[in-house]
């Protein structure tokens, strides 16, 4: 589905970042890779029909795109399914085997093992920093979220880090490690953000 690993996803919010083609614009500004958006938005009443448009725009522009939560509805528009922990462990809700350029998160060794026996491409190591999205959990750190990181990717999984990042939360954690292939946020591809999606 991509040639060179993705660097950059766009988590939808429309709350918090309701411009969702503007934060694609920034996160391509950061990088010369690939960048992502994947449709969070739960709970928003019209995800069916903002699914639709995401899907038509990606396709369009070439830009990888996934849905959160919902495989039937991913697979309806023929895009990467992001997996949260929850469903890890729930194959039919998953629609089976996940493919490669499906997303799963994972807060500990447990689901990075489950991510990879299921056939998850790559995994959102969270929540690494402090992030609005899930307040108050408690995060994984520099450290805890390398070495999750590094399982990750001897189990043949991408690792990216979710929670707080930002460009200088990005700097202390991957620094020159280059252990993460990179991250997925929300209020960092907002303007004028405090970034901590």
């Known amino acids: 589905m991509r040639a060179r690993p993705l660097s950059r996803l766009v988590l939808s919010d429309q709350n918090r970042c309701p411009d ?5 614009t920034i996160a391509k500004r ?12 739960y709970d928003l009443p019209e995800r069916a029909a903002l699914a639709e ?24 528009h023929r895009a990467g399914f992001h997996c949260p922990s929850y469903l ?3 194959p ?9 350029c499906d997303f799963a ?6 689901q990075i093992h489950q991510a990879a026996r299921a056939g998850f491409g790559s995994v959102f190591v969270s929540p690494v920093f402090a992030t609005q999205s899930h307040a ?44 993460f292939h990179g991250f997925g946020a929300i209020d960092a591809f907002v303007s004028n953000s405090p970034a901590k999606g």
């Open 20 to 24: 969702w083609r503007a934060a694609l």
């Open 30 to 41: 950061e990088t010369v890779n690939p960048v992502g958006l994947i449709l969070r938005d």
């Open 53 to 76: 448009d995401m899907a038509s725009y990606c396709a369009r522009e070439k830009i990888y795109f996934a849905i959160a939560g919902d495989a039937r509805l991913a697979a309806k």
């Open 88 to 90: 890890l462990s729930r």
């Open 92 to 100: 039919a809700a998953r629609l089976g085997r996940a493919l490669a």
């Open 105 to 110: 998160a994972a807060h500990n060794p447990a």
């Open 136 to 179: 108050g959990a408690q995060t994984l750190g520099v450290v805890r979220a390398r070495a999750l990181a590094q399982l990750a990717r001897q189990l043949g999984l991408r690792a990216y880090a979710l929670g707080g990042m930002k460009k200088t939360t990005w700097q202390r954690l991957n620094g020159q490690s280059g252990t």
